[in-house]
């Protein structure tokens, strides 16, 4: 693999430890390269790059700006950049927030370093890594939250039944698989589910057809 072909990972977390073993691990494998590690989301936005990361690995809990909150901030900043974050599942509330601000996937903090090293490349390439610990949570807890009594938008048969892989984790690629069609018709599909809901990332189609009832 070239060096251009490297994926650009930026990483923000408040460990050093932690913090320092991502980088490790990350410009010690052909095809990943960070880019900066910071320990704060304020230092993120403040500091000037020449060019947009891949990937941003997020810690959910951060001083001051927490990783929840700040995905949005980072969404702004990099639009098409894919934000990964990494939690410890102690706060399922966070983590939702995370995912109505646009987060890409979410992973927990031990996660194996090769099945991280994956995510990374899934979330790049458009995938929706999440741990199945943390889909399950999420799922349950988008569940409980209030509906309304008719959804506005209607989605077809398999439109729907692809947002209810992706809310489970499923790469895009799993979930051609799965329903037994190409993953260009997938990227089809994804396209008319975020013209009808009206958004831009797959967290917040997830999040939005489960408060509408629709998943």
């Not at 990099?78 to 706060?91: E, F, N, S």
């Not at 741990?131 to 009594?149: F, N, W």
């Not at 037994?180 to 990227?187: D, S």
Request: proline letters at 4%; aromatic letters at 4%; one cysteine or more.
């Amino acid at each position: 693999m070239t060096a251009a072909a490297e994926i650009r990972v930026l990483i923000v977390e408040d460990d050093r430890v932690t913090r320092d073993g991502l980088r490790l691990l990350l410009d010690g494998t052909t095809g990943y390269r960070s880019v900066a590690a910071f320990s704060s989301l304020e230092q993120v936005l403040e500091a000037r790059f020449a060019e947009a990361p891949d990937v941003v690995l997020l810690d959910i809990h951060l001083p001051g700006i927490s990783g929840s909150d700040g995905v949005g901030s980072l969404r702004d900043r990099w639009p098409k950049t894919a934000i990964l974050i990494l939690t410890a599942l102690d706060d399922e509330e966070k983590v939702f927030t995370s995912l109505c601000n646009g987060a890409s996937g979410y992973l927990l903090k031990r996660t194996a370093p090769r099945r991280l090293l994956d995510a990374i490349r899934e979330a790049h390439e458009g995938g929706a890594p999440m741990s199945p610990e943390i889909a399950r949570r999420v799922v349950q807890l988008l569940r409980r939250s209030p509906r309304p009594a008719t959804a506005e938008v209607e989605l077809t048969s398999q439109e729907l039944r692809l947002l209810r892989l992706i809310a489970e984790g499923c790469s895009y690629q799993m979930a051609a698989d799965e329903i037994g069609i190409t993953i260009n018709t997938v990227r089809n599909h994804v396209r008319n589910i975020y013209e009808k809901l009206q958004v831009h990332t797959k967290s917040a189609a997830v999040s939005k057809a489960m408060r509408a009832g629709l998943i």
